[in-house]
């Protein structure tokens, strides 16, 4: 049986959207042979981002035939600031490349991050990571791309995805420039306008951008004085405005736009001059701009994560404001957990249920995200409503519980999947703890499961090609022992080999020999 999907023109109109299953055009083509049908890839990833380079390198971990596709011919050049949090720095640790990350990284304080509510971080929290890393996105979308290709993966820039079929053995990409591509699977990692999104026909429901907002870097004129007394006293309206030197007179400037325009057409400096002389009274003397964009408050969540062989992660799975910086940590963590299970279906070893779980426990992930994100923007608005709730909601943040709770739901540390009945810790993710042969996320590096054995009598048996084994009664643990899933959430907690084996099989498929 066979699917067909073809691209559409591409405008703003169709990218705002919703599409619904069944509401892509098709175009008849030229049956493929059964040599054009033999799988060349084993995963084609349109898009090479964070998430697609971060799945690139998950899949890797693999031996997976990897190619990355990506339209744009060069990499980001401007120098916006992201935020990793602590469940991404986590992530990056247990890869191996937090120490490439730190170089480059500004270390702050966690807290602070929810509607911009200047709370410190609860003492204590549940990780060796508990920090934020603010670096530029250029550097980590360049040092995710780097780690992909030294595992492996292939890049491929100025390749844009027009069109695609699938079928039973795999997936036909079709390219701008005509190149027909064959692989077993395709993820669109292609962002919020996601083409693969589109051409699969799944629906994007949610809300569209109700404001926007202006983001560059360009020298300002006026004195840092003054600068610095207009930017605090529009802050206490809680508009999202800041003008931050960089050195040598140029700022980072962020400013609310006068309407919602196309967000296709990037704005101009008249475009700031006119918004800054809206709020503040004065466009500062801006000139010479480095780069400028525009991003809305749209937030939409794909219907489906998986048609087929076809999967979404990141931007095209799901938007939101940018607020609490969350979006890129999303995107990351989708990746984590989706590259050991797509590996795992293509080695053949999968349980029968393992490829869908990617969809069962990440899209409620996004689900709390946009939702937070949809709460957090309420409480920016200058409203005297708004307002109200906002000074409530500090009230309640001097409470440990409150502020815990919140923080843990932005640097996605609280989460918790569905595995059924058993201890707080199951379907949790295992923080970096001591063990004897160091840190446990080191023993992380290759994406593979871990048995944790505190008895010193399990074992992973017909398992050791998948799973590895530290047998270590000096753990900091407070539960005999635990198997860990490759994104190093807790799979199993128990003394029992008997039940530790169904749950072998459950995660990690029948054993070898």
Not at 23 to 41: N, Q, S, W
Not at 294 to 316: M, N, Q
Not at 342 to 353: D, V
């Amino acid at each position: 049986m066979r699917s067909q999907f073809t691209a559409e023109p591409s405008s703003s109109d169709m990218a705002d959207r919703d599409f619904t299953v069944g509401e892509v055009p098709a175009v008849v083509r030229a049956p493929a042979t059964d040599a054009d049908r033999a799988p060349v890839f084993d995963v084609i990833i349109a898009g090479c981002g964070p998430t697609g380079a971060m799945l690139a390198a998950e899949l890797r971990l693999h031996d997976m035939r990897v190619l990355v596709v990506e339209k744009e011919t060069e990499p980001k050049s401007f120098v916006r600031i992201v935020g990793l949090h602590i469940r991404s720095i986590e992530l990056m640790a247990m890869r191996g490349l937090l120490e490439r990350v730190l170089p480059h990284a500004r270390r702050r304080p966690a807290g602070g991050f929810f509607a911009a509510i200047d709370k410190p971080a609860p003492k204590g929290l549940d990780s060796a990571h508990a920090y934020l890393l603010g670096i530029p996105q250029p550097v980590i979308e360049r040092l995710l791309e780097e780690h992909a290709t030294e595992l492996g993966a292939q890049v491929r820039r100025g390749r844009a995805v027009t069109g695609f079929e699938q079928d039973d053995e795999g997936v036909t990409v079709e390219l701008a420039d005509g190149e027909r591509l064959r692989t077993r699977y395709l993820v669109g990692c292609d962002g919020a306008r996601s083409t693969v999104r589109k051409l699969l026909g799944v629906g994007f429901p949610g809300e569209p951008s109700r404001t926007e907002t202006l983001m560059g870097e360009m020298e300002v004129g006026a004195p840092q004085e003054e600068i610095t007394a207009k930017v605090a006293e529009i802050n206490e309206t809680r508009k999202p405005f800041w003008l931050r030197p960089f050195g040598g007179g140029v700022y980072s400037v962020v400013v609310p736009a006068v309407g919602v325009v196309d967000r296709a057409e990037p704005p101009t400096l008249e475009d700031f001059e006119h918004a800054l002389r809206a709020i503040a009274g004065t466009d500062f003397g801006v000139h010479s701009p480095r780069w400028l964009s525009r991003f809305g408050d749209a937030t939409r969540l794909a219907e489906r994560y998986r048609a087929g062989r076809v999967l979404l992660a990141g931007d095209a799975a799901h938007i939101h404001p940018p607020i609490g910086g969350q979006g890129l940590n999303l995107g990351v963590q989708d990746a984590v957990n989706l590259g050991w299970k797509l590996a795992a279906q293509i080695r053949g070893w999968a349980p029968g249920t393992l490829l869908d779980t990617y969809q069962a426990e990440r899209r409620p992930v996004a689900e709390d995200v946009l939702d937070n994100t949809r709460a957090q923007r309420e409480l920016l608005s200058a409203e005297p409503g708004p307002q109200a709730v906002r000074r409530l909601l500090s009230e309640l943040m001097d409470f440990d519980v409150v502020n815990r709770h919140l923080i843990e739901k932005i640097t996605a540390i609280g989460i918790r999947y569905d595995f059924g009945d058993g201890p707080d810790l199951l379907g949790r993710r295992l923080r970096d703890i001591d063990v004897k042969q160091g840190r446990l996320y080191d023993l992380l590096h290759r994406g593979r499961g871990l048995l944790l054995d505190r008895t010193g009598r399990l074992s992973a048996g017909g398992w050791s090609d998948r799973i590895d084994y530290l047998a270590d009664p000096t753990a900091a643990l407070d539960v005999p022992c635990v198997l860990l899933r490759p994104d190093g959430h807790v799979a199993w907690i128990g003394d029992d080999q008997q039940d530790l084996d169904a749950h072998l099989s459950h995660w990690f498929g029948t054993p070898a020999g």
